[in-house]
């Protein structure tokens, strides 16, 4: 049975999260218990908050750094596991390169936004408790009781944080209701950067949902419309998912990665991140490659659905996918989708795969080349020699399969 609650019935129409069984309702409880696709997102977010503090803040341009959660969170959960605050404030007073990002007050501002006043009292109770006094920290730690879509813009200003690159997370129990123009202006700030999250209830609830908070969150109603009528129930996550990335592009970030975080069990996770920067890009893949996997928790491309996996594993059994010497199909199905469009050097591959896909880097190029020449899907130019990043691929000519009905 799937329980959906609201956080605060009536007023927050998107404000609600599903859990299966009953496990929780969180309701106006100050805390509920960790579920597994929340566990399984804070991995991936500790990676990356790890890399993104000390690779910006060792950059000679920037002066500050600007660490923004729009719905923060009562900073833990019912059995004490810690909420994101407490590991985004640890990930950087506990860095091994600490000495290097020479963290001070005036250099890193870290903003908490939570809406509810139990929930905010609560996240800095939890934080004193394990940091200390908040003021006096050696970075600045803000815990702001106030709303992220009306109170993120001036909350940004009052701290001073624009010109200098931003970290924006919002991160809701499944509603994604801050409008495009909040995103936009993070856009344009220098060096900033968006990760939004989207629970399974924001795809199937949206018939109930008043269009223009669509309008507003995706920019226009053009903007959400755009990929034509959106798909049905099942698959009508992948519509949504993309149409946002593209919004994230609308809103003026060069990159925007889209894709499902697939907990062992319970309920998927759907993430959107929006950057300026390739490197970012890099970085962000990197973390989730970084993620220990190990209880089963997966990332999946959304634009891989089951019609086309099914397709790609008839070419290649899926026995050999299990290898982990051997390209996954889903790699070289996005190779094969490229070069549908003309031949390609294994380093365009590279970047191909870096900015279109969710998960592969420029690396994975030459791995996934490799296996589709020895399976005589793609031929090369030249044909002879080491095979390099300048090497050209080209598909290969398919030879006529039983059944295709002789010429003539
Ligand atoms: C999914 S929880 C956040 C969890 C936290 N980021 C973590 O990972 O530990 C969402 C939080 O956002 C708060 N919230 C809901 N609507 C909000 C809004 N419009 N602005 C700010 N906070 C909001 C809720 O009270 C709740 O505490």
Avoid at 234 to 251: I, T
Avoid at 335 to 358: C, H, R
């Amino acid at each position: 049975m799937l329980v959906v609650e609201s956080g605060e019935p009536g007023e927050d129409d998107l404000d609600v999260e599903v859990e299966a069984g009953g496990e929780h309702s969180h309701g106006d409880k100050c805390l509920w218990p960790l579920n597994s696709h929340t566990e399984a997102k804070h991995r991936l977010y500790k990676r990356y908050i790890s890399a993104w503090a000390p690779i910006l803040l060792q950059e000679a341009w920037v002066h500050k750094v600007t660490y923004l959660e729009g719905f923060a969170g009562p900073g833990e959960y019912a059995a004490g596991q810690d909420g994101s605050p407490a590991y985004a404030i640890r990930s950087l007073l506990q860095h091994d390169r600490r000495d290097a990002m020479r963290l001070s007050r005036d250099r890193v501002t870290m903003i908490f936004l939570e809406k509810s006043a139990a929930r905010c009292e609560h996240l800095k109770w939890r934080l004193e408790k394990e940091f200390g006094v908040l003021r006096d920290l050696p970075i600045k730690v803000e815990v702001e009781q106030g709303r992220a879509e009306q109170d993120t813009i001036s909350a940004l200003t009052r701290h001073d944080a624009w010109g200098e690159p931003i970290l924006g997370i919002f991160d809701s129990f499944g509603s994604v209701r801050v409008p495009h123009s909040t995103i936009s202006r993070i856009a344009r700030n220098k060096a900033s950067e968006v990760i939004v999250t989207f629970g399974p209830i924001w795809f199937s609830r949206r018939e109930t949902i008043n269009q223009s908070i669509f309008d507003e969150v995706f920019g226009s109603r053009k903007a959400w419309l755009r990929g034509g009528a959106p798909a049905d129930a099942d698959e009508g996550w992948r519509y949504w998912l993309s149409v946002y990335q593209k919004a994230l592009l609308d809103a003026g970030f060069d990159y925007s990665l889209q894709f499902e975080i697939l907990p062992v069990s319970g309920h998927p996770l759907y993430l959107v991140y929006g950057t300026k920067s390739v490197k970012g890009v890099l970085e962000f893949k990197n973390a989730m490659w970084n993620v220990d996997k190990d209880d089963g928790m997966r990332f999946n491309d959304p634009r891989t659905n089951a019609a086309r996996q099914a397709q790609l594993e008839q070419m290649w059994p899926s026995l050999f996918d299990e290898d982990p010497d051997v390209a996954p199909t889903e790699l070289r199905g996005f190779v094969l989708d490229l070069l549908e469009q003309g031949p390609a050097s294994v380093a365009a591959i590279g970047d191909y795969l870096l900015t279109e896909t969710a998960r592969w880097r420029p690396k994975d190029a030459m791995w996934a080349a490799k296996q589709l020449l020895a399976d005589g899907m793609v031929s090369r130019a030249p044909t002879g020699g080491q095979l390099t990043k300048q090497t050209v691929l080209s598909l290969a000519e398919q030879p006529a399969t039983a059944g295709t009905p002789a010429e003539g």
